[in-house]
């Protein structure tokens, strides 16, 4: 067919499932879809022609008989057409080669009680601040040579596969255990086609590789070590002696951190021998190891001989900070002693039970192959990774019509968005056998009324690469529901898209995404709250309490927190506006409530709490009321779904009133564990730009404010420079005494006169005059002094004749003889008048003043009608002139104040 045909040709290219509409769902079934698509050969040529039009939406392919303007699309299939590679591999993503492991076999051991003899108190730091992992871990020394004490050094860093000396890491800038991988280079050649996949470097190999430590002879009890297969997590080993070992885990890619998870395997065992491992960088301030958790184990030997798998086992267990040093804080140390049953043992050690990408692989071709199951499940590829590893879904159905006249119902379950949290799937394991069981009736049930989409992994990468929380671009997955991004994030943009089109076509009526908590026991549930409405979002999570006896509701929290407003819960919430948005948080340890008190879980349990979810949807719609949930009246079970979905709604709402506890204790915060703010093992921005491409919008916001950060701190870093150098202070000094003198030979500063005016501190215009005036007046002084010693001696004719002798005439006369002469001057100058009236000095007249006048900085201000009446000589400009009355009222009483009158004042007013 013409549509199938363009869906290979979009997977080939990278191109996702949902350009085709897989998620359109109708009532049609799949033998009308192929009688539809029965065309003429005229027909499909233009078909071919349409769909190259639009490639977004599904070829158009028109029924016999109809002309050519009414084209009518195909109905949807009720299950979209199956689309499933076997044969493919695991790609790391060219971070070194790794192997693919033997699936585990055996039962897990049960009954494995928690650890009881652990102590904290009184454990110190055994480093010293001044030590760091390279100083502990680096293979050689600053010459180059091999150190005897280290036994395994995973080979993931470097251009020639080897490990880095401490002079390469410092010659390089690289810190200790990188693992960074470059995503741009990766987003340009990785090979998507499964023709070339096998012939890739960076595809995971089914046979071993050479181990790092090769043994001296039969004597040599040294343990060898190795983590180079899928989902493998372990750095690096320093041997102390036979007895201890320190271990360092391995950064998640792209990251300075978020070591959590470990997964190794150990060799060359000698028989009772205990052997202390000490794990010295993990990240979080506490761990259930404190708690009652105990390691993981898996021997060859006791699974061929006694039939047992995964068992729990150690002894001296302790998790406490250690104090070496850290970017911010210090690592913690995990530590633990076994002792080895057998000689030549194969001991795997694990933080849970593995689940790998093969491992689904596994699992979903035998749903594939099963032809009991191609009925009701199909499987198809949502889209494909970073590293080119496909993420499947799977759309589980009946194809009979629904019961009402609206379309079924759709409930979406998702697992492991964060790489080292196994128990999410585990239980989603527990789903998919139980849905997927065609003899079972309750999961008939469920799929005659409801559509199941299933994504069982949503960061493949990160699980093939042994990552704990993040993916290959250094992003928490959980973090990027907002707004994610296509190239780096394409599985996550891919699965929202997918959730929205599904709830166009269909309400969708439960969302739950599977996770594991690293600090609580028991299993519980995270969601949202309805403020009017608290108890909505509360029923579901309360009826899987009442039929899981590994499930404690008093556990579960609701809340809208603002700090988790990017993750699946709170999106998807806002989104679709449903109150069944959960996130399923399963312990990594074990129960502290309930008949399983005080026990580890097993993957038997965690498969079981899956089934049990299933039931309590079936609980929840009232389609059947399954085992364990205990309802007071026989009667309602002989009901039908609806009434019985009502009773037992009222029912636990009315326990809700009776018991406001239940609503209030679950009020507030998720604690962190999973559902948890992102850690401080982020790289910094510049470093992680360097390998990823910003297209992130977060990543872009985040390297804009770098940016003006920089700029900001750049026209201030000379100054910095210059402190540093000399903190007296000098070289600063001279600097700016520099920049003076570059200023002050651009602009030269000019004297100016101090022409201030005592009482408006403002320049004056007369201070020329004024000057010569003082100056007049004491030659005045000085001269009628000496006449009068010269008279005095001949005339005794009194005060009178001194004066009329000298020829300076009486004060009145002088006074007339002013008016005069200014009465005689232009126009301009005449409305001037002085500051001060003349004084005795001899001069009859202003114009008889050898004065040479000019403009002054305040004529320069006021205009040039001042400057003008400055240009003839003799004359100022008037003080008052253009002066407010208020302004001149404050002038005459600061002269008032100096016992000064001016009679051009006096006269100004008059007029």
């Not at 004359?875 to 051009?904: C, D, E, Q, Y």
Request: hydrophobic share 30%; net charge positive.
């Amino acid at each position: 067919m013409e549509a199938l045909n363009l869906v290979k040709c979009n997977e080939d290219h990278m191109i996702t499932m949902n350009n085709q509409s897989h998620d359109g769902i109708s009532s049609s079934s799949e033998d009308d879809f192929e009688e539809v698509n029965k065309t003429s050969d005229q027909n499909k040529e233009e078909s071919k022609e349409e769909s190259k039009n639009n490639r977004n939406s599904s070829a158009l392919i028109l029924y016999p008989g109809q002309k050519k303007k009414k084209r009518i699309p195909p109905p949807n299939p009720l299950l979209p057409k199956s689309y499933f590679i076997e044969d493919e591999g695991a790609m790391t993503g060219s971070l070194g080669k790794i192997f693919m492991l033997r699936r585990f076999k055996g039962t897990d051991k049960k009954n494995d009680l928690m650890n009881q003899d652990f102590e904290i108190a009184g454990i110190d730091n055994t480093y010293p601040g001044h030590i760091n992992l390279c100083n502990i871990f680096a293979p050689c020394d600053e010459s180059g040579e091999m150190k005897e004490e280290i036994v395994y050094y995973r080979e993931i860093s470097g251009d020639s596969g080897k490990a880095l000396t401490i002079a390469e890491v410092n010659k390089k800038g690289n810190s200790f255990n990188t693992n960074k991988l470059d995503v741009k280079r990766l987003l340009s050649q990785v090979k998507l086609l499964s023709k070339k996949r096998t012939e890739d470097s960076s595809a995971v190999v089914t046979s071993g590789l050479s181990p790092f430590y090769k043994i001296k002879d039969d004597d040599d009890k040294t343990l060898v070590f190795e983590s180079r297969f899928e989902s493998g997590n372990l750095h690096s080993v320093m041997k102390v002696d036979d007895n201890e070992y320190h271990l360092c885990l391995q950064n998640d890619v792209n990251t300075v951190g978020h070591t959590q998870w470990f997964f190794f395997r150990v060799q060359n065992t000698t028989k009772d021998l205990e052997v202390k491992f000490n794990m010295l960088n993990l990240a979080k301030p506490d761990s259930l190891f404190n708690h009652g958790m105990k390691p993981l184990l898996y021997s060859e030997h006791k699974v061929d001989k006694e039939g047992i798998g995964w068992f729990r086992g150690g002894h001296s267990i302790c998790y406490y900070r250690n104090g070496i040093k850290k970017d911010k804080g210090s690592y913690y140390t995990l530590t633990f002693k076994y002792t080895f049953e057998q000689d030549n043992d194969t001991v795997y050690f694990a933080y849970c039970y593995p689940y790998t990408y093969s491992d689904l692989k596994a699992d979903l071709i035998a749903i594939e192959r099963n032809p009991r199951t191609k009925n009701f499940c199909v499987i198809r590829s949502l889209c494909r990774s970073l590293a080119g590893n496909s993420c499947d879904y799977l759309t589980i159905t009946n194809k009979t019509k629904s019961t009402t006249d609206k379309p079924k119902k759709a409930i979406v379950i998702t697992a492991r968005v964060h790489p080292g949290e196994t128990v999410g799937s585990w239980m989603m394991k527990g789903v998919i056998d139980f849905l997927t069981d065609p003899d079972n009736e309750e999961a008939q049930l469920l799929r005659d009324n409801f559509v199941f989409k299933i994504i069982p992994m949503l960061n493949p990468d990160g699980v093939i690469n042994g990552n704990y929380r993040c993916s290959l671009s250094g992003n928490d997955l959980n973090r990027r529901w907002k707004v994610p991004s296509k190239v780096l994030h394409p599985i996550i943009s891919s699965t929202l898209k997918m959730i929205k089109e599904v709830h166009k076509e269909r309400e969708v009526l439960l969302f739950c995404d599977l996770h594991g908590h690293s600090r609580r026991k028991d299993i519980f549930m995270y969601g949202c709250n309805v403020k009017n409405k608290p108890e909505e979002t509360r029923i579901f999570p309360y009826i899987l309490g009442k039929i899981c006896p590994y499930f404690y509701f008093k556990y579960s929290k609701f809340g809208n927190q603002k700090s988790k407003e990017s993750t699946a819960r709170l999106v998807l919430f806002r989104n679709l506006k449903i109150p069944n948005i959960f996130t399923l948080e399963s312990s990594f340890c074990g129960n502290e409530h309930g008949p399983y008190k005080g026990k580890h879980f097993t993957r038997e349990d965690l498969q079981q709490v899956g089934k049990d979810l299933c039931k309590a949807i079936l609980a929840y719609t009232g389609l059947k009321v399954p085992e364990g949930l205990e309802l007071p009246f026989e009667n309602s079970k002989k009901s039908d779904s609806t009434s019985i979905k009502k009773f037992i709604h009222n029912s636990i709402l009315n326990q809700f009133k009776e018991h406001q506890d239940l609503i209030e204790d679950g009020n507030g915060d998720s604690s962190c564990g999973s559902d948890s703010e992102p850690s401080e093992d982020n790289m910094d921005i510049e470093e992680i730009c360097q390998l990823v491409p910003p297209v992130d919008k977060k990543l872009r916001n985040a390297l804009k404010k770098l940016n003006k950060e920089k700029s900001d701190l750049k026209s201030q870093s000379s100054q910095k420079v210059l402190r540093d150098k000399d903190k007296g202070g000098s070289l600063i000094k001279q600097k700016q005494i520099k920049i003076r003198n570059k200023t002050a030979s651009k602009k030269p500063e000019t004297a100016k006169p101090k022409m201030v005016d005592a009482w408006t501190q403002t320049e004056r215009s007369d201070f020329a005059i004024i000057k010569y005036k003082m100056q007049k007046k004491l030659q005045a002084k000085s001269l009628e002094k000496n006449k009068l010693n010269a008279v005095l001696g001949k005339n005794k004719g009194g005060s009178q004749s001194v004066v009329r002798a000298s020829g300076l005439g009486s004060h009145n006369s002088l006074v007339n003889k002013m008016s005069t002469s200014l009465k005689g001057a232009n126009s301009s100058a005449a409305k001037t008048k002085t500051h001060e009236p003349l004084m005795d000095s001899g001069i009859k007249n202003y114009s008889q003043m050898p004065i040479k006048m000019g403009f002054s900085n305040s004529s320069q201000r006021h205009g040039s009608e001042s400057a003008k009446s400055q240009l003839t000589p003799g004359f100022s400009r008037n003080p008052i002139k253009g002066k407010s009355k208020r302004t001149v009222m404050h002038m005459n009483k600061k002269r008032k104040a100096n016992k000064m009158r001016l009679p051009s004042l006096k006269d100004k007013h008059r007029k």
